[in-house]
């Protein structure tokens, strides 16, 4: 049994086929899909979906490229849903800043408030996070440890292999492995995948973005989660079995309200 914990099922490009999308994931064993909140508009989508599915769940949160839609108590009326797991994907994403200090300096500090503020939200309803981290390792930890977050714990969206980040295991946190660790460039992922505790490893595919080879330049989708699982596989001498039960099991130990699937 796979779980996919990182799927924009509420993306535009799968309201054509969702239906068939859902149904090749569960041919491929994967019994478990989140979609995880980023963008407040998408949200009442996202809802709707976990809602059709039984085997689909859903995050409330916003991605740091969408902080000015922020909007606290919105969002406190999807955490309340039942089918709603987590706060996030939040976080700070330092890749595409201003090019005027003043103006980068200002869209940092605005970054780290809404990500503070829904640290402290995922501490206020008891779920945890999913943590979007891109070129901002040394803020990211900071706030976490600053605010506490180890209360809540969480996972790490597309762990981008930064050792520092190992030292969250140590304080609740997951670490969301993706297409990334198959791509033939790919270096730093396969090194350090093996470093991180077994039993803090979920895995994901982050659909409709960053798919798995052999199908990169095609939308992503969560059946190719078995790319990724083969993948850890190999890297970590396990059988494809082995990592499918490990990830399931990390995966509800986190999401509590997946403890309802039935790992096979």
């Known amino acids: 049994m796979i779980i996919d914990t990182h799927c924009h099922l509420d993306d535009p490009r799968f309201l054509e086929d969702l239906d068939d999308v859902i149904a090749r994931a569960r041919e491929h064993n994967v019994k478990g899909f989140i979609i995880p909140g980023a ?144 791509f033939k460039n790919a270096r730093k992922l396969p090194h350090v995948l093996p470093k991180i505790p077994k039993d803090r490893l979920v895995v994901e595919t982050d659909a409709p973005y960053l798919t798995p080879h052999p199908h990169r330049g095609k939308r992503n989708e969560p059946w190719y989660t078995v790319y990724v699982i083969k993948k850890m596989a190999d890297i970590l001498g396990m059988t494809t079995e082995e990592v499918e039960r490990l990830t399931s099991e990390n995966a509800m130990r986190l999401f509590q309200p997946l403890q309802n699937l039935e790992v096979v």
């Not at 390792?137 to 506490?148: F, N, T």
Request: hydrophobic share 40%.
């Open 39 to 182: 963008d407040p508009d998408t949200l009442p989508r996202a809802r709707a979906i976990s809602h059709r599915y039984d085997d689909v769940f859903f995050a409330a949160g916003v991605h740091p490229y969408d902080i000015e839609k922020y909007d606290e108590a919105m969002l406190e009326t999807f955490l309340e849903d039942e089918k709603c797991v987590a706060v996030g994907e939040c976080g700070l994403d330092y890749y595409r800043l201003p090019e005027s200090e003043a103006a980068r300096h200002e869209e940092i500090a605005r970054q780290k408030e809404i990500f503070s503020r829904q640290i402290e939200l995922a501490k206020r309803v008891g779920k945890p996070l999913i943590v979007h981290i891109r070129e901002a390792s040394d803020d990211s930890m900071a706030l976490l440890m600053e605010h506490g977050a180890e209360a809540v714990g969480g996972v790490l969206h597309c762990y981008n292999a930064d050792e520092q980040l190992l030292k969250l295991a140590d304080y609740g946190f997951y670490y969301g492995i993706g297409g990334v660790l198959t």
